[in-house]
């Protein structure tokens, strides 16, 4: 019986790439183990397959009975509705330890850096395990887009180190500008639904007894929201009645300036202000040097709802 390693819901290039890298790892340490996906692939991801002759994960929704590792979350919000009937037997990941629970020993590699891969990386070097030059560009690519070409405060030395090694196995010089030809890629949002867009890169968490939806779009030049905001928002309230949420955030991510513009659909957008001391100006502000949802939003938000 195969083990199954997936990313979260709604899968970004960390969590497509993670599942490759770390079944390639597992299959090398004897384990057979199979990369799955719980969603689409998004345009940046395509980018880094087809750059590398990579394969696209089989969809896989449901994992009852089965075995898993699961890459890049640990949050029971952004699994399978039926992972507790899987057995975890390990978890990647690079964010804050979530509510999934499980009921037999498990392997578990979270750290505080900048991506998922990064911590594959240090298991392959803990394991003596040489990475193909195929996934170390994948792997690279994976760090690129998580750290946002090393911008985020969430990047630290081990990922950088880690990119440079990388790019060394994967015969990459200019790094860089391939991180930037990626964003290029992802910036694009013609053809795109204001739903495609919102939900791109969206996650939900409950505060108190608020939930909250909080999307982001990381784009080299804001103008491209220009003609399309009025529809944002119109998409933003509709998303939240359906879902039941308390507010819903848009974070449009300029790469180059380092910052982000949020877009502010809220029962109550005091709680938003007094979260980041702000005014909100048609229920938008612009935060200079805010390029983390995860370490320069959620936990100011989390407070405000307690
Ligand atoms: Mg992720
Ligand atoms: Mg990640
Ligand atoms: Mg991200």
């Not at 029962?267 to 980041?276: C, L, V, Y």
Request: include cysteine; proline fraction near 3%; charge should be negative.
């Amino acid at each position: 019986m195969s083990t199954y390693i997936f990313g979260h819901t709604n899968p970004d290039s960390d969590s497509i790439i993670g599942a490759i890298s770390l079944a390639y790892l597992k299959n090398q340490l004897g384990e057979d183990c199979v990369a799955t996906r719980q969603g689409n692939i998004s345009a940046e991801t395509q980018f880094i397959l087809n750059k590398f002759g990579g394969q696209t994960p089989e969809l896989k929704t449901s994992y009852a009975g089965e075995n898993v590792y699961i890459v890049d979350f640990s949050d029971k919000a952004q699994a399978p509705k039926d992972i507790m009937e899987a057995t975890i037997l390990g978890i990647y990941d690079h964010h804050k330890l979530g509510d999934l629970t499980t009921n037999t020993p498990l392997e578990c590699w979270i750290r505080p850096i900048g991506c998922s891969n990064t911590v594959i990386k240090e298991a392959y070097d803990y394991y003596g395990v040489e990475i193909p030059k195929d996934i170390a560009g994948m792997m690279l690519c994976a760090i690129l887009s998580d750290t946002v070409i090393f911008k985020s405060p969430t990047c630290t030395k081990i990922d950088t180190k880690a990119a440079k090694e990388l790019a060394k196995i994967a015969e990459i010089e200019d790094y860089k500008d391939l991180g930037m030809e990626m964003f290029i890629v992802k910036s694009a949002v013609a053809g795109a639904t204001s739903r495609d867009l919102i939900t791109r890169d969206y996650k939900e968490f409950d505060m108190g007894s608020s939930r909250i939806g909080v999307g982001q779009l990381e784009v080299v030049d804001l103008n491209v929201f220009d003609n399309i905001k009025n529809d944002l928002f119109k998409d933003m309230r509709k998303l939240k009645q359906e879902s039941g949420l308390h507010s819903t955030i848009l974070l449009l991510t300029d790469i180059i300036k380092e910052g982000s513009q949020l877009l502010i659909v809220s029962d109550d957008e005091s709680k938003i202000e007094n979260a980041f001391d702000v005014k909100l100006e048609n229920s938008q502000i612009w935060l200079d040097g805010v390029l983390s949802r995860k370490k320069q939003i959620i936990p100011f938000l989390q407070p405000q709802f307690q």
